[in-house]
Structures are given as C-alpha cells and as structure tokens.
C-alpha cells in the first residue's frame, strides 16, 4: 500500500465532494470546446490540463491547425478576459506590456501615467510568438514566473487567473525566431499539434463551411476556475509518483548515471519540470475522474513536460536523433 503525501488538511469526504463538483464543471468544459474544436483530443485535453494546473503552455504545429480558434474557444467557455497579440518582427516590448505617457493638467503640472498593455488579461494568447525577437518574446518572462510586471520601478499586478497560451509555428518555416530557453521554461507544457484525423477533418468540412458556424458558449466563471485550480493543489499524491517524477527528471540530466541521457543531452530540465509534472499529473487525473494520480499519468505527460527544457548535443542531432526519441527511452525506467 502506497503512502500518500498531502498538501493541507481535507477530509475524504469532502474532497470527494469537491472533486465531483469539479468533474461536472470539467465535463461542461470539455463538451463547450468540443462544440467548435473538432478532433485533436490530446491537444484539448493537454491545454486544458495545463490550465486547470494553473499554468501557461505552448501550441506548436504549422499553420492552418486550429491553434488561434481553440484558444479563442477557451476563453469563451472559461469566461476569462481575453486578449490577443499578434506577434511580428517589429513588436516591441512596450506593444505586449504597456507604457508611461506623459499629461499636462490644465494648471501646467506635467505627470506620467501608466497605459496597461494587453497583458492585463485573464487569458493572454500570444500568436505566433516566434515571429517576434527575442527580447519582445522575454517581455512576458516575469509575468509568467511572477505575475506581474514592472514598468518604470512600478509594479503592476496582473488579473488572477493568469494564463499565457502562446502558439508557435515550427522553427523551419522562414521569419522565426527560437524562443529562449529561459523563456520556454516557464510554460508548463509544449502540446505539438498534428493533422486532423480525416474523419474529424471530414466534420471541419461539413460543419465550417455553411452559412453558421458553431459558437463557444461560457460555461464557467474564473471564481469557479480558481477553486478548481485550489483542489488540484491539494490533491493527495502517491509516493510512488512522487518517487517516478524524481526519477524520470533526474536521469534526464547529464552527469546523472544515465548512459544514454550523456551521450545524447546538452542539458537536462531544472526543477520546475518536477513542478510542473507534479501539477499536471494531478491535473490530469481530475481531468480522468481519479482522486489521485497515478504512474501512468507521468508517463503520458512525460513529453508535453520536457520535451522544451532539454536540448540535444551535436552529435546526437547528426545522427537524427529527437527529444521525443530520448524521452520515450527514459520514461521506460519508471
């Protein structure tokens, strides 16, 4: 029998209240989404965990694969303050966070006064985030770690929940630039998004190109969204997980014993792969109707969670090796 570790006091009882309560929301979102998204379950289910742990992710596909709409959908159904910002080469920081103006009242006092950028939303959808420079892209560095921002020595807190949903075309196609790696370490999950399934491709035909198109509809307020966020936290989480996320992690960085992991990791993920997988695995497993995470739940989030937070040395790329390749041989070991 496993031992579990618990966050803070709750009782069985009403833990098992709230999480049916929260499953009945969950439900409501899934089918909300589902209504205009067609296909890519994992894709769904993936942001989806990657919000209700109350974390940021990146969409990573080509264009064409419905990464935009299904932000937009989300918002809609999560009830949360939108924003959007279409990211070009010529965007700067001031476009994503905002500025100081100055004014002149009518006695000729001259102040400045602060004008919110876009950030100052619930949920931010950063499109197409690596057309822009690298030092447009870390504009939104501390607000994703610490959220809020700090303009002329000012802080300004951002909107709670905060969430950043960034998409990002694949590194290949022309105008792109790679996201740094401090940057790609504050999103909880990288969800690749792949071509529809033809017969979800066969709905998209029939069902988007009459005169109506289906329309989001809110089901959830982001009070509501909060509390789900709280339970997740306080999910209780078997040793046994606690114990693979260690070890999956660990043997994913260099100089740790692992053959395989020197021979082919530059450099491994850092300690908020461990955070983030310990929140998405209890995420997920709401997300499944379990009141509790299992092994299994690490393995399926293995890839989404590292997959950014490693990089591969020379000789392992000359030889056509990928992260996924690298991931998949150690989630083996759990």
Same mark, same amino acid.
Request: overall charge negative.
């Given at each position: 029998m496993s031992v579990m570790v618990k966050e803070s006091p709750i009782s069985e009882k009403d833990m098992i209240a709230e999480a049916e309560k929260a499953l009945a929301d969950i439900s409501r979102i899934r089918d909300g989404v589902g209504r205009v998204v067609f296909g890519q379950e994992s894709v769904v289910e993936r942001t989806l965990v990657a919000l209700l742990a109350g974390g940021h992710a990146l969409l990573v596909g080509v264009p064409g694969l419905a990464k935009t709409k299904l932000v937009e959908t989300l918002g809609i159904v999560l009830g949360l303050d939108s924003r959007r910002i279409q990211f070009t080469p010529d965007l700067m920081p001031s476009d994503i966070l905002g500025s100081e103006v100055m004014e002149q009242d009518e006695t000729g006092k001259r102040s400045f006064r602060f004008i919110p950028g876009p950030i100052f939303a619930q949920l931010l959808m950063a499109d197409e985030i690596n057309r822009a420079s690298p030092r447009t892209q870390s504009a939104l560095l501390q607000a +994703?770690? &610490?959220?809020? *921002? /700090? !303009?002329?020595?000012? =802080?300004?807190?951002?909107?709670? #929940?905060f969430h950043v949903l960034a998409t990002q075309n694949p590194l290949e196609q022309e105008g792109t630039y790679p996201l740094p790696e401090a940057q790609l370490d504050r999103f909880l999950m990288q969800v690749d998004i792949l071509y529809p399934e033809i017969e979800a491709e066969r709905r998209i035909l029939l069902e988007t190109t009459g005169i109506e198109d289906a329309k989001a509809q809110n089901v959830l307020q982001p009070v509501r969204l909060k509390e789900i966020q709280t339970l997740i936290r =306080? +999910?209780?989480?078997?040793?046994? *997980? *606690? &114990?693979? !996320? @260690? /070890? @999956?992690? =660990?043997?994913? =960085?260099?100089?740790?014993?692992?053959? &395989? /992991?020197?021979?082919? *990791?530059?450099?491994? #993920?850092? #300690?908020r792969a461990s955070q983030a997988l310990m929140l998405c695995t209890r995420a997920r497993a709401l997300y499944d109707g379990r009141l509790a995470p299992s092994v299994d739940d690490v393995r399926a989030l293995a890839e989404p969670v590292l997959q950014h937070r490693m990089a591969l040395t020379f000789a392992a790329r000359a030889e056509g090796t990928s992260v996924r390749d690298v991931v998949a041989k150690l989630v083996k070991g759990i």
């Open positions: +994703m770690q &610490e959220y809020h *921002v /700090t !303009i002329a020595g000012a =802080r300004h807190d951002l909107p709670a #929940p =306080r +999910m209780p989480v078997p040793e046994s *997980v *606690v &114990e693979a !996320i @260690l /070890t @999956l992690v =660990r043997s994913a =960085r260099p100089g740790q014993g692992n053959a &395989e /992991t020197d021979k082919n *990791v530059a450099w491994g #993920p850092g #300690p």
